[in-house]
Each structure stands twice: as structure tokens, then as C-alpha cells.
């Protein structure tokens, strides 16, 4: 009989659980959403970077290890801040030769210098859902500003965790040269075009 309970229960909380994720939608209105600190959920993001190879094409590579803070001001948005650090070493081309190229000395020398990192310093909005927003990257302790085209895609409470949660798409181009990473240029072109994907999560003790 016992068994007979449980077996119930667990079928509706599953039940409720696919109603909730079938059912759920996003507000689009950064205003109406939670403020406080905010972290990168671990599970859904990317950040990936191209270059132009050879005149061929966009050769794409992506960093596998990092970390971000929100703070979201959503009745003042221009106040919201945001702090990434990215571990150099973990650069991935799909190609453990060219990693190894990548993290040494010539250019994000990991060992000495291990964390890329972006702090925000300013956030302009351009529309109800976009914003402008400049930082300073760190890269081998060389500090440069660099300004992101970031749109907010949507908040909501998540339907699994009950977790406050906010989706952003952001994207930007650099001149790698500036950090003195101007290495295997005209064949690899130094003009940089970052895509970035981020859901951030507030945590239940905020």
C-alpha cells in the first residue's frame, strides 16, 4: 500500500514537473524582473570567438571553463554590472596541437597569465530588450576597453529549480593586436568577433 503512495506521488510530481516545462514562458520586460546577484549557471552558457583564417574562412574556437556575476538593477538598468573570468587554459580549437599553441608563451602564455577576465564599466540601453555594454578585458595583464551589443532574451523563474533566471545574448569585435597577440597575421586576422550565451541564476539565499 505504502509503495502504492509513493509510486503516485512520484507520478504527479512528474506530472507537474512536464506541465510546468510545457507550459513555461519568459517575460521579455528586464523592468519587471528579480534584481540582486546573479551567477552564471554552469550548465548553460558558451562563449566562442572567430578569426578570419587564410581568407578561407571564420575559423571558430570556444573557451570550456568559466565564471560570471550579475548584478541586475532592473528598475535601472544602466546600474546593472557584470564581472567574467575565462580560464586561458582552457581554450578549445578542436585540435589539442593548435591548444597547445594557443596557451603558450606566444600568445595567452596560461601559465603565467591563467584568467582572462571582463569587467563591465558601462551600460547604455539602445532599445526596450538591447543595450551597449563596455568593459575592460584583461588579457595577459594588459587592460583594453571593449564594448558588447547585448540583448536581453528573457527572464522566469526556471521550471525545474524555481530559480530566478535571466538569458542573454551578447556579441562584440576586438583587435586581438591591441593585447600584443597581433602573432600570424595578415594569414590570421587579428579582428576578433566574440559570441556569447548566458543564462545567470539567482541564488535562493540572495
Not at 563591465?120 to 530588450?129: E, Y
Amino acid at each position: 500500500m505504502r509503495r502504492a503512495l509513493f509510486l503516485a506521488l512520484a507520478i504527479m510530481l512528474s506530472s507537474c514537473t512536464a506541465l510546468d516545462v510545457a507550459t513555461h514562458s519568459v517575460r521579455d520586460d528586464p523592468v519587471k524582473l528579480a534584481g540582486g546577484t546573479y551567477q552564471l549557471d554552469p550548465h548553460h552558457w558558451s562563449v566562442i570567438f572567430d578569426v578570419d583564417h587564410f581568407g578561407y574562412s571564420r575559423f571558430v574556437t570556444r573557451f570550456d571553463k568559466i565564471e560570471a556575476k550579475l548584478d541586475a538593477v532592473p528598475n535601472a538598468p544602466e546600474k546593472s554590472r557584470v564581472a567574467v573570468t575565462i580560464k586561458a587554459a582552457s581554450v578549445n580549437t578542436n585540435d589539442p596541437a593548435l591548444d597547445t599553441i594557443l596557451t603558450g608563451p606566444d600568445f595567452f602564455d596560461a601559465v603565467r597569465f591563467p584568467d582572462i577576465t571582463f569587467v563591465s564599466t558601462a551600460l547604455a540601453r539602445t532599445g526596450p530588450k538591447t543595450a551597449d555594454m563596455t568593459g575592460l578585458l584583461t588579457l595577459r595583464n594588459q587592460s583594453h576597453p571593449v564594448t558588447l551589443k547585448v540583448t536581453f532574451n528573457g527572464g522566469a523563474p526556471d521550471p525545474l529549480t524555481g530559480l530566478d533566471t535571466l538569458g542573454f545574448s551578447a556579441e562584440g569585435r576586438f583587435d586581438r593586436a591591441q593585447w600584443g597577440l597581433g602573432n600570424w597575421w595578415p594569414a590570421v586576422g587579428t579582428e576578433v568577433h566574440v559570441s556569447i550565451q548566458a543564462e545567470f541564476v539567482k541564488p535562493k539565499s540572495d
